[in-house]
């Protein structure tokens, strides 16, 4: 009954498939929910929802899936480490140079890709590795 499910879900196996990466249940499944969230989600959350699936299977399957560029850590700021879906353009080189909105309210964390993270100019000397725009406050469902 599974198998079937996996193989219906064709939008994970494409994604699988594009990355270069083997169909397994646990990656199906995984991308399954990524696929159906609107916001980044937490490897603890993702224990919840596959609560059959060992905690070493998970981290591998993520760490996968970041190294081949499917999704990327969304930094919020808090000490919980968030993936979102990387928009397509982070192909094994990740590019996610943009903002992250976390809400303080909530605790839900979604990307800004329209909001890209600014160039800065270092002094001289300095080389940057990452950068990371952070915007907190309240997202619209709880302003409302």
């Given at each position: 009954?599974?198998?079937?499910?996996?193989?219906?879900?064709?939008?994970?196996?494409?994604?699988?498939?594009?990355?270069?990466l083997?169909k397994?249940?646990?990656r199906?499944?995984?991308?399954?929910?990524f696929?159906n969230?609107?916001?980044?989600?937490?490897?603890?959350y993702?224990?919840?929802?596959?609560?059959?699936?060992?905690?070493?299977?998970?981290y591998?399957?993520?760490k996968?899936?970041?190294?081949?560029?499917?999704?990327?850590?969304?930094?919020?700021?808090?000490e919980?480490?968030?993936?979102?879906?990387?928009?397509?353009?982070?192909?094994?080189?990740?590019?996610?140079?943009?903002?992250?909105?976390?809400?303080?309210?909530c605790?839900?964390?979604?990307?800004?890709?329209?909001?890209?993270?600014?160039?800065?100019?270092l002094p001289?000397?300095?080389?940057q590795?990452t950068a990371?725009?952070?915007?907190k406050?309240?997202?619209?469902?709880?302003?409302?």
């Amino acid at each position: 009954m599974i198998e079937l499910w996996i193989m219906e879900n064709k939008e994970a196996i494409h994604l699988l498939e594009n990355h270069s990466l083997r169909k397994t249940t646990i990656r199906v499944r995984v991308l399954d929910l990524f696929l159906n969230s609107d916001e980044a989600i937490s490897h603890s959350y993702l224990e919840d929802k596959l609560d059959d699936t060992d905690r070493v299977t998970l981290y591998r399957t993520l760490k996968a899936f970041e190294e081949k560029g499917l999704i990327h850590k969304a930094i919020d700021g808090t000490e919980v480490a968030r993936y979102a879906l990387c928009a397509g353009k982070c192909r094994h080189k990740h590019e996610d140079d943009h903002a992250h909105f976390h809400c303080g309210t909530c605790g839900k964390t979604i990307c800004l890709d329209e909001v890209n993270v600014p160039s800065i100019h270092l002094p001289l000397g300095f080389s940057q590795e990452t950068a990371h725009l952070i915007i907190k406050g309240t997202c619209e469902k709880c302003t409302l």
